[in-house]
């Protein structure tokens, strides 16, 4: 049933848009919601939406939050949070500056990128003015718990497998509502880019 249902989205998706005029972005989302609720079933019942890397916050952290919401897009953290009965927790990642695994274009190899400091006024950018006085690393609660910096609409950062550095603000940058967009949020002041597998095994000195 799943493998059918990959078929029939896939195909949608390849088309740019479905049969209703819906965005391939959507479809995209629709079917990874699809997927969880289909795991949850099948496992406990429960889903938890959980991001595990900063690109990933375009599809985790709630669109509704955010200035694509606009635009007609949803998110797979929106169709969770508005899933009834479902228990979910969004987590999101930020960083200030670092470097990323990612590549300049589709089709493009991936290389090891310099992230380019925070903008100012920015959400990564108020959090490294707190990470200067506390910890490079640390967790905020967020939704009606969250600092009232937070619950202000500024910029945030996203950056998937595409990163292009010269054109950050247009290409990476949009305005959200961070304390409505995720419910815990782990910001990590500087990161390491994430290595391939086949290239860390031949790393010398860091074991077998």
């Known amino acids: 049933m799943q493998n059918a249902r990959i078929v029939v989205n896939g195909r949608r998706y ?4 479905g049969a209703d005029g819906e965005s391939s972005w959507n479809i995209r ?10 795991c949850a079933t099948t496992w406990s019942g429960r889903a938890a939406a959980i991001d595990s890397s900063s690109g990933r916050t375009t599809r985790v ?15 797979l953290g929106q169709l969770v949070r508005e899933r009834p009965g479902v228990e979910s927790v969004i987590v999101g990642f930020s960083t200030y500056t670092g470097t990323v695994t990612a590549a300049h ?10 992230v ?10 108020l959090l490294h003015e707190v990470s200067r006085s506390s910890a490079d ?3 905020v ?30 290409s990476h940058y949009f305005a ?10 782990i910001h990590l002041d500087e990161t390491t880019a994430v290595r391939p597998l086949e290239d860390a095994v031949l790393l010398p000195d860091e074991g077998g």
């Open 14 to 17: 390849t088309l740019g848009e």
């Open 29 to 38: 989302d629709r079917h990874m919601a699809e997927t969880l609720w289909r």
């Open 61 to 75: 952290g709630d669109a509704r939050a955010t200035e694509v919401a606009g635009r007609g897009q949803l998110n």
């Open 105 to 114: 274009d589709w089709g493009e190899p991936a290389q090891e990128m310099d």
């Open 116 to 125: 380019l400091p925070a903008l100012p006024g920015s959400h990564p950018d």
């Open 137 to 139: 690393e640390f967790l």
């Open 141 to 170: 609660v967020l939704g009606a718990d969250a600092p009232p910096p937070l619950r202000e609409e500024r910029l945030e950062r996203y950056i998937g497998v595409i990163y292009r550095p010269e054109t950050e603000r247009v």
């Open 176 to 185: 959200t509502r961070i304390a409505e967009e995720y419910d815990l949020l």
